[in-house]
Nanobody, 115 residues
Framework: QVQLVESGGGLVQAGGSLRLSCAAS????????MGWYRQAPGKQRELVAA????????NYADSVKGRFTISRDDAKNTVYLQMDSLKPEDTAVYYC????????WGQGTQVTVSS
């Protein structure tokens, strides 16, 4: 069974940075894509960033373009989300996703940005 474990969340002031990590229990190259989603209280889960494993292209939500960067380290079976210039509206639980035929999810990590 695939396991995805997120880490790196926390409390940061507006304008600050955090780096989230998602460690997979197996090789990430077995996924077709991996990504980060977030869910704020009372809102639906939304895609933040995703990376296509074959080819390496990535895409971002408009709200985070230019501020967030998704990357991967195949040797460590880990996907990262570098978050810069954080805003209070980035506050949410962030979830790692890995997609094969099915979707796999981590347990989530809380990111809180204070104003």
């Amino acid at each position: 069974q695939v396991q995805l474990v997120e880490s790196g969340g926390g409390l940061v002031q507006a304008g600050g940075s955090l780096r989230l990590s998602c460690a997979a229990s197996g090789s990430i190259v077995s996924f077709s894509s991996m990504g980060w989603y977030r869910q704020a209280p009372g809102k639906q889960r939304e895609l933040v960033a995703a990376i296509i494993i074959t080819g390496g292209s990535s895409n971002y939500a408009d709200s985070v373009k230019g501020r967030f960067t998704i990357s991967r380290d195949d040797a460590k079976n880990t996907v990262y989300l570098q978050m810069d210039s954080l805003k209070p509206e980035d506050t949410a639980v962030y979830y790692c996703n890995g997609r094969r035929r099915d979707d796999y999810w981590g347990q989530g990590t809380q990111v809180t940005v204070s104003s």
